[in-house]
């Protein structure tokens, strides 16, 4: 067991107040649509505040936000803590139906959102606009609120078929923001944030929350978030100090992060042995953060550095335990369950006691106190540091997010014509996991993985949607008739290439046919060798971080000002190599600089 404890932490809210007080000229907030100082961040999100009091809103209320990347967003979520309430993200690139089951379920009073009508509400729950203001002024008390008081609900894939929403409390938002600073890993001085994750992914809170305690938070567009061009102008324009990404997003980020001084904090899924070498011998600064979003986004943390991977030990006020079965502690250096203790654990899960007694279970010596079942297994080295050793349950993680294959598997057989499925990560190649779907059909066995696909998009978010759909006779069984997991057969490779028809030799910027030359990216990304014009990207096993990897080729081979959107909105190759064709005729054009740069925050 480890055990530690420090001070009592400060609300999150009445730091930020402090902080506007002691600075309100320096930069606050940097976004695509400007820049706010800490004193106009104050004062907009009171107004907000003020529109939400005047509406009824408050302690033990939950307010959706639905908005972009702009600096509306901070704004809301401040406003809504100063109403006293709790806030619900809903991403605008989540799928309507998904916006929808997330508004019903976690109980919204109000929405914010700028687009009316984007998330459909249950009866009686009205929409506010983010401009909204009310009277609330500078000598208006905020809604007192206590360490218990809800501060957020974020939605986590379900073991069940249908999302968990996840209620932090202000108080574990303090002691994450409390337990990092004493642990070492914030700068004494303040920082500039570079806030990259989805709203509705928990590590957005340890990015944007950083303007509580001072810091200027960068506001990462949606275009720039997923492109390593623009991501690394940006870190130059603002003088991004701190920078939060997932291992899987520095293969693509590794070169344009190596010579510049920012220090990354990398969390979200297992850093890879190969990496955690690469950043050891390059000295870069870069922590390692371990935490389930039920217990307020990290619990452990250490510097990435030393000859094996690691995820460290506990934050200040984080209780681990490593147990068996039976819950008794494990010998030194044994595996056994961790499980998570503390003020940072959170209320559980919204609307669903059942499930929340069965992973928040009692502390052992601790009566009156709970703790969170993580299923992860890990073990403690003799230097005292914790090592990951995989999972006790089926719960996946892909690219930084926790996916439960059950969520998954539910979706698909609301297809009509799915009988049954089963999900499962597939590694094509070293570091390059793929979601695969194996399905039985109802009926005519001639579905098509568009159609497949297609279905699972309206109800997935992006993350969520298979990369590949392979169709069985029938599922594998184990010979007690379940789900026979380690049968499922990998994807069936290449059957070889074929034909090109004539159509692929148009000359391209380098001389060849630049069809061809797209094509053959294609195939190095995916590892195919049958890529045609009317193949699909994403059909053919593409995903986000495979579609990066085809930009970042393309822009670096060819000299064209590709953007991410080019490879996902196009239909097949033959229209992505026609946007390709067209960025290559475009003048070249400076990425546009963000509004007012933070060069004052510091």
Not at 367 to 393: H, I, S, V
Not at 438 to 449: I, N, R
Not at 506 to 515: E, I, N, R, Y
Not at 562 to 567: E, G, W, Y
């Amino acid at each position: 067991m480890t055990d530690t404890h420090g001070p009592r932490p400060v609300d999150p809210l009445t730091r930020f107040l402090g902080a506007a007080d002691a600075t309100p000229g320096r930069t606050a907030v940097v976004a695509a649509d400007g820049r706010l100082s800490f004193a106009e961040l104050a004062r907009r999100t009171a107004e907000l505040a003020g529109a939400l009091r005047a509406r009824g809103i408050g302690r033990g209320d939950r307010v959706g936000v639905h908005l972009r990347r702009t600096t509306d967003l901070p704004v809301a979520l401040l406003a809504v803590w100063r109403a006293g309430a709790a806030y619900v993200p809903l991403d605008p690139a989540y799928p309507r139906e998904r916006l929808a089951f997330m508004a019903e379920d976690s109980g919204l009073a109000l929405l914010l959102t700028a687009e009316p009508g984007a998330v459909p509400l249950p009866g009686g729950v009205p929409a506010l606009g983010p401009d909204a203001t009310g009277d609330l002024g500078p000598d208006t008390p905020d809604t007192p609120v206590t360490a218990l008081d809800a501060a957020y609900v974020i939605y986590t894939s379900g073991s069940t078929g249908r999302p968990k929403g996840v209620e932090a409390t202000r108080g574990g938002v303090a002691t994450l923001l409390a337990g990092l600073e004493e642990h070492g890993m914030y700068r004494s001085e303040p920082g500039v944030v570079g806030w990259s994750a989805s709203v509705s992914f928990d590590a957005s809170v340890q990015q944007w929350a950083r303007v509580c305690r001072g810091d200027t938070v960068v506001v990462v567009d949606d275009t720039t978030r997923t492109d390593p061009v623009r991501l690394a102008a940006l870190l130059d324009e603002h003088g991004v100090t701190d920078l939060d990404l997932t291992p899987s997003h520095w293969e693509l980020l590794r070169e344009a992060l190596a010579a510049r001084p920012v220090r990354l904090f990398m969390g979200g899924e297992p850093v890879p042995r190969a990496t955690w070498d690469e950043i050891t011998a390059g000295g870069t600064d870069a922590l390692n953060l371990y935490g389930p979003t039920e217990c307020t986004v990290d619990s452990t943390a250490t510097r990435i550095t030393g000859p094996l991977p690691h995820i460290g030990d506990a934050l200040p006020a984080v209780t681990l335990h490593l147990l068996d079965r039976a819950l008794r502690p494990v010998a030194p250096g044994a595996t056994g369950e961790l499980y998570i203790a503390g003020p940072a654990v959170t209320h559980g899960y919204v609307g669903r006691p059942g499930l929340t007694a069965e992973r928040f279970v009692a502390c052992p010596g601790a009566p009156g106190t709970r703790m969170y079942r993580t299923g992860d297994l890990a073990r403690r080295a003799q230097n005292g540091t914790l090592e990951f050793a995989g999972r006790a349950d089926r719960q996946l993680k892909l690219r930084g997010f926790r996916i439960e294959p059950g969520e998954i598997e539910g979706a698909l057989t609301r297809h009509p014509r799915i009988r049954e499925a089963a999900v499962k990560v597939h590694e094509a190649a070293p570091g390059d996991q793929r979601l695969i779907a194996y399905l039985t059909t109802a009926g005519t066995p001639d579905l098509g993985a568009d159609d497949i696909l297609a279905h699972a998009r309206t109800l997935l978010p992006a993350h969520m949607v298979p990369a590949t759909v392979v169709v069985l006779d029938a599922l594998p069984l184990t010979p007690n008739g379940k789900l026979d997991h380690a049968a499922l057969p990998a994807p069936a490779p290449a059957a070889g290439p074929r034909p090109q028809p004539a159509d692929l030799s148009g000359t391209g910027p380098t001389g060849t046919g630049l069809a061809e030359q797209v094509a053959d990216v294609w195939r190095t990304v995916l590892g195919r060798d049958d890529i045609r014009p009317d193949d699909d990207f994403l059909t053919l096993g593409g995903h986000s971080l495979a579609a990066l990897r085809v930009i970042h080729i393309l822009r670096r081979t060819l000299s064209v000002e590709l953007q991410l959107r080019h490879l996902l909105d196009a239909r097949d190759l033959a229209d992505f190599t026609e946007a390709v064709r067209t960025a290559g005729q475009a003048p070249a054009t400076r990425r546009p600089a963000l509004v007012g740069g933070a060069a004052g925050a510091r």
